[in-house]
């Protein structure tokens, strides 16, 4: 006989069960239905209410598990209806689905997605009308909103349900575009033919410029304020300009080149790339260091450059590319490019991202060969500006829509010819390159002359190096830096000499070198203006002759307490004034009468004094 308790009646109505579950339920039920994790006893539960308790529990699984039968039943007579929605299905992914793949196929058919080789996800936007990429935290958020589904917080379901769609986008795989394709806005646009198309997800399109055309034939080709701004950086050659932006929009990277802008700073190539990046769009383009991205040992950096149109190049701050092997992969449609993410395995892609960078200097280069330099185009920007003119991109925005008919002409010249403006030959790319990344180079040919006896310290040397690099708007360098690449230049040598050094920094390796000007000797024939040093010093190269006009030197010799202030004056005549003050202590003079001593001013013939072979004596 059951009992009939309270704690019993009370436990039957939370259960939800009815006396018809109890009188069907049979004893093989329950050892079907039962869980062994269930059978420790309570503390303060009876024996007699731990066994009742245990066998509702186990008549409580029964009926969950008969209830889930009659849906999948009926789950089952809705797949193999033809005629029913697949958007109608019963999303609850907690019931095993007879068939996941129409599931798979119902939130293809609703949204459609892709899933490449190289493990990404791509969604199509139906508003902005291009392939997007996408993770799976949003698909699965996206399926929960259109759908309703629930579920799939689960790690068996969201995996079950991800590997179908994974499965079904293959057969769903859209096509790759002509390469002549151009999607601006709303319309994609053949330049081989000319002809306008509707965006359609059939297509894998990844790239759109981000501007509307209401009418592609009424437009016109004037950017007047475009023109006139690009006429201030560059003048008459400012058409250059247009064909690196038209280069820019091409949905390949049909020709090898990498684009560098140099010059000073405040020249207007900074704004430039900003421009160019507002009309592509800021999600079509990046940023990567040209140091990064030369470095063999950076294995993540290269995939930043997936699925985009243009890569900017940031400033060069380092000395020199030692492997040119990557930048020449990147800059080219000839190689495939093999690229790594972090946690996330290979990748490989075609690189469309062009290549460019504005620059003070350009970096020098150990690659010399015609493979590295035929890639070059550099474009000069030799003006400079006060800075007192705000560039504001929004005012040039509403001239876009015309630039972008314009581009695209020009872009269709550029894949007939092959070729850009000022690109010029191999040769005269090479030399433009090895002019404008060697300033130390340049530096030598303006302040200094070659000579096989001619001799400088470093500190000298950077020193002025510094004030050059300045004036010119080239890159200063660290002094490490500075010393590495001034060994590296041909004709110069570094080592330990015996070297006549003056006040000044000027170094005479010889004694017959040091100009007579400055051969000033005291009675026991010592130079007073010269000190005599072994230090390391660099050879092959001197500093040009320094006019002595205006200068004043200041010597004090530990032998005798001398103080020495000579000035020239009228250097380009032929006589010389030198005015000299002059002390000679006696030796038997104490301090406080050596310091006390009143010198007197002697006023004396540049031909005695400039005299090869006078002594201190002569001045007396």
């Given at each position: 006989?059951?009992?009939?308790?309270y704690?019993?009646?009370?436990?039957?109505?939370?259960?939800?069960?009815?006396?018809?579950?109890?009188?069907?339920?049979?004893?093989?039920?329950?050892?079907?239905?039962?869980?062994?994790?269930?059978?420790?006893?309570?503390a303060?539960?009876?024996?007699?209410?731990f066994?009742?308790?245990?066998?509702?529990?186990?008549?409580?699984?029964?009926?969950e598990e008969?209830?889930?039968?009659?849906?999948?039943?009926?789950?089952?007579?809705?797949?193999k209806?033809?005629?029913?929605?697949?958007?109608?299905?019963?999303?609850?992914?907690?019931?095993?689905?007879?068939?996941?793949?129409?599931?798979?196929?119902?939130?293809?058919?609703?949204?459609?997605?892709y899933?490449?080789?190289?493990?990404?996800?791509?969604?199509?936007?139906?508003?902005?009308?291009?392939?997007?990429?996408?993770?799976?935290?949003?698909?699965?958020?996206?399926?929960?909103?259109?759908f309703?589904?629930?579920?799939?917080?689960?790690?068996?379901?969201?995996?079950?349900?991800?590997?179908?769609?994974?499965?079904?986008?293959?057969?769903?795989?859209?096509?790759?575009?002509?390469?002549?394709?151009?999607?601006?806005?709303?319309?994609?646009?053949?330049?081989?033919?000319?002809?306008?198309?509707?965006?359609?997800?059939?297509?894998?399109?990844?790239?759109?410029?981000?501007?509307?055309?209401?009418?592609?034939e009424?437009?016109?080709?004037?950017?007047?304020?475009?023109?006139?701004?690009?006429?201030?950086?560059?003048?008459?050659?400012y058409?250059?300009?247009?064909?690196i932006?038209?280069?820019?929009?091409?949905?390949?990277?049909?020709?090898?080149?990498?684009?560098?802008?140099?010059?000073?700073?405040?020249?207007?190539?900074?704004?430039?790339?900003?421009?160019?990046?507002?009309?592509?769009?800021?999600?079509?383009?990046?940023?990567?260091?040209?140091?990064?991205?030369?470095?063999?040992?950076?294995?993540?950096?290269?995939?930043?450059?997936?699925?985009?149109?243009?890569?900017?190049?940031?400033?060069?701050?380092?000395?020199?590319?030692?492997?040119?092997?990557?930048?020449?992969?990147?800059?080219?449609?000839?190689?495939?490019?093999?690229?790594e993410?972090?946690?996330?395995?290979?990748?490989?892609?075609?690189?469309?991202?062009?290549?460019?960078?504005a620059?003070?200097?350009?970096?020098?280069?150990?690659?010399?060969?015609?493979?590295?330099?035929?890639?070059?185009?550099?474009?000069?920007?030799?003006?400079?500006?006060?800075?007192?003119?705000?560039?504001?991109?929004?005012?040039?925005?509403?001239?876009?829509?015309?630039?972008?008919?314009?581009?695209?002409l020009?872009?269709?010249?550029?894949?007939k010819?092959?070729?850009?403006?000022?690109?010029?030959?191999?040769?005269?790319?090479?030399?433009?390159?090895?002019?404008?990344?060697?300033?130390i180079?340049?530096?030598?040919?303006?302040?200094?002359?070659?000579?096989?006896?001619?001799?400088?310290?470093?500190?000298?040397?950077?020193?002025?190096?510094?004030?050059?690099?300045?004036?010119?708007?080239?890159?200063?360098?660290?002094?490490?830096?500075?010393?590495?690449?001034?060994?590296?230049?041909?004709?110069?040598?570094?080592?330990?000499?015996?070297?006549?050094?003056?006040?000044?920094?000027?170094?005479?390796?010889?004694?017959?070198?040091?100009?007579?000007?400055i051969?000033?000797k005291?009675?026991?024939?010592?130079?007073?203006?010269?000190?005599?040093?072994?230090?390391?010093?660099?050879?092959?190269?001197?500093?040009?002759?320094?006019?002595?006009?205006?200068?004043?030197?200041?010597?004090?010799?530990?032998?005798h307490?001398?103080?020495?202030?000579?000035?020239?004056?009228?250097?380009?005549?032929?006589?010389?004034?030198?005015?000299?003050?002059?002390?000679?202590?006696?030796?038997?003079?104490?301090?406080?009468?050596?310091?006390?001593r009143?010198?007197?001013?002697?006023?004396?013939?540049?031909?005695?004094?400039?005299?090869?072979?006078?002594?201190?004596?002569?001045?007396?």
């Amino acid at each position: 006989m059951m009992k009939t308790n309270y704690s019993f009646q009370n436990e039957k109505r939370r259960l939800r069960l009815t006396d018809n579950d109890l009188k069907n339920f049979t004893a093989d039920d329950y050892y079907k239905n039962r869980n062994p994790k269930e059978s420790t006893r309570l503390a303060n539960e009876t024996e007699e209410e731990f066994i009742y308790t245990h066998y509702l529990l186990a008549i409580v699984r029964k009926k969950e598990e008969k209830e889930k039968q009659v849906m999948q039943r009926e789950i089952a007579k809705k797949l193999k209806d033809p005629n029913q929605r697949h958007d109608n299905l019963y999303w609850d992914f907690n019931i095993k689905i007879p068939n996941i793949e129409d599931h798979a196929r119902a939130i293809l058919n609703k949204n459609p997605l892709y899933y490449d080789e190289n493990k990404r996800w791509y969604k199509w936007n139906t508003i902005k009308l291009i392939w997007e990429i996408t993770n799976e935290p949003i698909i699965i958020e996206h399926i929960k909103k259109i759908f309703n589904a629930s579920g799939l917080s689960l790690s068996h379901n969201r995996t079950t349900i991800l590997n179908a769609m994974k499965d079904e986008t293959q057969s769903r795989k859209p096509e790759e575009p002509p390469n002549t394709w151009i999607q601006i806005g709303s319309s994609v646009y053949d330049i081989a033919t000319e002809e306008q198309y509707k965006p359609s997800p059939k297509y894998f399109i990844k790239n759109k410029i981000p501007v509307e055309i209401d009418n592609f034939e009424e437009l016109e080709e004037d950017t007047k304020k475009i023109d006139e701004l690009l006429q201030d950086w560059l003048g008459d050659e400012y058409q250059v300009l247009y064909d690196i932006m038209a280069f820019a929009i091409s949905p390949v990277y049909f020709l090898d080149v990498v684009f560098f802008l140099v010059g000073s700073g405040a020249n207007g190539k900074g704004v430039f790339v900003d421009l160019l990046s507002e009309f592509l769009g800021h999600e079509n383009t990046c940023s990567q260091s040209l140091e990064l991205l030369s470095d063999v040992k950076q294995r993540f950096q290269s995939n930043i450059l997936m699925d985009k149109l243009l890569c900017k190049l940031g400033d060069g701050n380092f000395g020199e590319i030692k492997d040119s092997k990557m930048i020449k992969e990147l800059a080219g449609n000839s190689d495939t490019i093999r690229g790594e993410i972090k946690g996330g395995g290979f990748v490989q892609f075609k690189n469309k991202a062009k290549l460019i960078g504005a620059f003070n200097t350009l970096p020098e280069t150990s690659d010399k060969t015609n493979g590295f330099y035929r890639r070059t185009h550099i474009t000069e920007f030799k003006k400079t500006f006060n800075c007192k003119r705000n560039i504001n991109i929004e005012n040039y925005k509403y001239e876009f829509p015309n630039l972008a008919k314009k581009l695209l002409l020009k872009l269709r010249q550029i894949y007939k010819s092959k070729t850009l403006i000022g690109w010029g030959s191999i040769e005269n790319r090479k030399k433009k390159y090895e002019r404008l990344s060697n300033p130390i180079q340049q530096f030598l040919n303006n302040k200094m002359t070659k000579d096989i006896n001619g001799y400088f310290t470093q500190s000298k040397v950077y020193d002025e190096y510094q004030k050059f690099a300045i004036s010119k708007g080239y890159n200063t360098f660290t002094f490490l830096q500075f010393i590495k690449l001034l060994k590296a230049q041909p004709f110069i040598d570094y080592y330990k000499k015996n070297v006549y050094m003056s006040e000044k920094g000027d170094i005479w390796g010889r004694e017959e070198d040091i100009p007579d000007e400055i051969k000033v000797k005291d009675d026991k024939g010592k130079y007073l203006l010269l000190e005599q040093r072994n230090i390391r010093v660099f050879q092959g190269f001197k500093f040009f002759t320094r006019k002595l006009e205006n200068t004043i030197t200041r010597i004090t010799q530990k032998t005798h307490v001398l103080d020495l202030i000579f000035r020239v004056r009228d250097i380009s005549f032929k006589k010389r004034v030198i005015w000299v003050k002059w002390v000679i202590p006696s030796q038997k003079e104490s301090m406080t009468e050596k310091n006390n001593r009143i010198g007197k001013m002697l006023l004396h013939d540049s031909d005695k004094l400039l005299n090869k072979n006078r002594k201190w004596s002569d001045l007396t």
